[in-house]
């Protein structure tokens, strides 16, 4: 067996009016308390004192006195000569001391300390550690050790096994609500009789408990994976996981207690299957939870062992690698996601075939992957093929369809194509409704998208509309202070910015400001849309230097998060530029205009409807500088965007073609002035 590494730190199991009344003695002088331990690799040594002195026989005389000073006590009290025998043989160790007054305070039998001291000896000399094969035990371990024993020898069978499992799990704080489930509220009682005799101490809440750490680790040793106290807090690992349901909240709880203890638990396990699951279920428990890196860290263990007992059936692979793809993806890094999903993609594609219903989801995680990376056409086509299979599984108005219309409409709107976003949209919520009901939450989401949709084609009090049913459905369900009220709010600001009703909007900006602030905090990425929301409406209130702060707060958040080249820093720019441009500072407004334009050409091509407003832009810019060739040839460019997306009769159109033919006709009249100079 390696040998194992232990650290004595004797300060910890005292309790704190204990630790205090040591502290309070006179005598000043300092003692090392703490023994050395090998670590698997020869010759290294740790070292680790802990200021605390021994005890002396004035100090244990008090510290056991201060237990048995009741004088309705019907025991003998301690004698001197006991006392100091007691002291002596102890070695003066703090810890096993306050083990011993605490073994003789719970007797109640009338024992004494000679007859502890007979029991002491009796088992010291039977020097059981050796069988355990510790090696270089010195004598501060071996009277804590059977200091220990002693006291285990008291207690309950339950008592005892709590103790036991426990040991199995890690230095965190334990619950006692993971023990719940063998032995109900009794679990409370079981924990004072451990703390009665110093085994455990509690936290400052008493809902949870923590052991000496050489504690720990002897009784670590003590076990194996064939033992009844490691099977049972495997069965109870597994018990929770499968009877996990997010609605209980005390189910939620002692999931989410147990998520610390599993990889320290899983050191002592060799069944490749059952460690490997165990990894898999708390990685979907974490997964659940939002702990996303941790979740990453179990899956990948999960997948290491199934990959080394999967070689025949791969397919079993599939579940952790897709869980993998979503976490990488939660977490940012699409790229792993989409190689996770794809090496899915390829399993079921081989295993089943490539119209299996299994392929739906693969491919609508993918397309949310695609989206996610500005592969708009590639998403796209993701999402129609899950529909069609979807379709053909499920029949046409089933809810599975729901998130994958939803999908592709996110995608349509980015594209520009907001008329075929808004079908979809309209489509996932004629089924939501028709499975759901017509005042369930889950339409909330749907409602943003179409109130969103409608705001893009113009269509201000139809967006209004939505917006203000999600935010009825969200007040409902969470109250009028939860985060997820936020994003309505924002939808219903830029809606009444666009009516003209700013003071409105300022009003919906600054009261999602505030939940995000309380929820996030001042420096999150989620900030960043409202306070470029709050940038618009100073703007059009004529507050250009206080929009120009929101503006450039926006752009920092966007930067730090997205890099200087993402396609969320466009309408900030554009902000920017529009500020710059009302204060005089045309140059300035031009090079934000610019970097706009630069990003929106990258992410979507030139010929794009979505370059028309910066075009737009930069040709006033030009105009205010007197450069009418230039600005010309922006606007030409913008009636081109707009005839090709909207037609001819559109208001946008007709007001671009008004202003070309007024910059036409004045760059005519220049030309005919310059004519007749000559």
Known sequence: MMMCRMLTYSIKNLFNNEIKSIWSQKDTKVHVLVTTRYQNKTGWKYHIPIGLKLFDEANTTAYIKSFFKDDYNPFPKPDSEEIKALNDLLGGLPLAIAQATHYLN??????????????????????????????????????????????????????????TMSSLLSNEPISKTLFEPIWGDRVH????ELLDYSLIQLSDDFKSFNMHVLLRKVLQLKEGE??????????????????????????????????????????????????????????????????????KSYYTQALTLKTKYCSEHYIQLAATLNNLGI???????????????????????????????????????????????????????????????????????????????????N????????????????????????????????????????????????????????????????????????IELANTLLGLGDVESNLGQHK?????????LALQVKHYSCHHIELANTLLGLGDVESNLGQYKSAKVYYREALALKIGYYGKHHIQLV??????????GALGEYESAKVYYREALALQTEHYGKNHVQLATTLNNLGIVELRLGKYES?????????????????EEHSKTKITRKTFNVINKHLDKQRRNTCSLM
Not at 249 to 278: F, M, Q
Not at 504 to 512: C, F, G, H, I
Request: glycine content about 6%; some cysteine.
């Open 106 to 163: 719970n007797k109640q039998d009338g024992t004494r300390i000679s007859d502890y001291i007979n029991d002491y000896r009796a088992h010291y000399n039977q020097e059981s550690w050796l069988q355990y094969s510790i090696e270089d035990l010195d004598d501060y371990d071996k009277t804590i050790w059977t200091t220990w024993e002693l006291s285990r020898r008291q207690i309950t069978k339950d008592s005892d096994l709590l103790l």
């Open 189 to 192: 009682i079981l924990a004072k």
């Open 226 to 295: 064939n033992s009844s106290a490691f099977k049972k807090v495997c069965g109870l690992v597994e018990d929770t996981i499968y009877n996990f349901d997010e609605r209980k909240s005390e189910t939620y709880d002692r999931v989410k207690h147990w998520i610390p203890h599993i990889a320290c638990l899983l050191e002592h396990v060799d069944n490749k299957g059952l460690k490997s699951r165990i990894f898999y279920n708390y990685g979907y428990n974490a997964h659940f939870f939002g702990d996303y890196n941790l979740a």
């Open 327 to 409: 976490v990488e993806r939660n977490l940012g890094d699409y790229e792993a996601a989409k190689s996770y999903l794809n090496q899915v993609l390829a399993l079921q594609t081989d295993y089943y075939s490539s119209d299996y219903t299994q392929l739906s989801a693969t491919l609508n995680n993918l397309g949310i992957v695609a989206h996610e990376l500005g592969e708009c056409d590639l998403a796209r086509s993701y999402y129609r093929t899950t529909l069609a299979l979807q379709i053909k599984d499920y029949g046409e108005y089933h809810i599975q369809l729901v998130n994958t219309l939803v999908g592709l409409g």
């Open 411 to 482: 995608v349509e709107s980015d594209l520009g194509q907001y008329r075929t976003a808004k079908d979809c949209y309209v489509q996932a919520l004629f089924r939501a409704v028709r499975h759901y009901g017509k005042h369930h939450i889950q339409l909330a989401a749907i409602l943003i998208n179409l109130g969103n949709v409608e705001r893009d084609l113009d269509k201000y009090e139809s967006a209004k509309r939505y917006y203000r049913k999600a935010l009825a459905l969200k007040v409902k369900h969470y109250g009028v202070h939860h």
């Open 504 to 512: 409105l909007a300022k009003v919906y900006y600054r009261e999602a």
């Open 571 to 580: 309408d900030t720019l554009i902000g920017l530029g529009s500020v710059e």
């Open 631 to 647: 600005a010309k040839d922006y606007y030409e460019k913008v009636l081109m965007l707009y005839k090709d997306f909207y037609g």
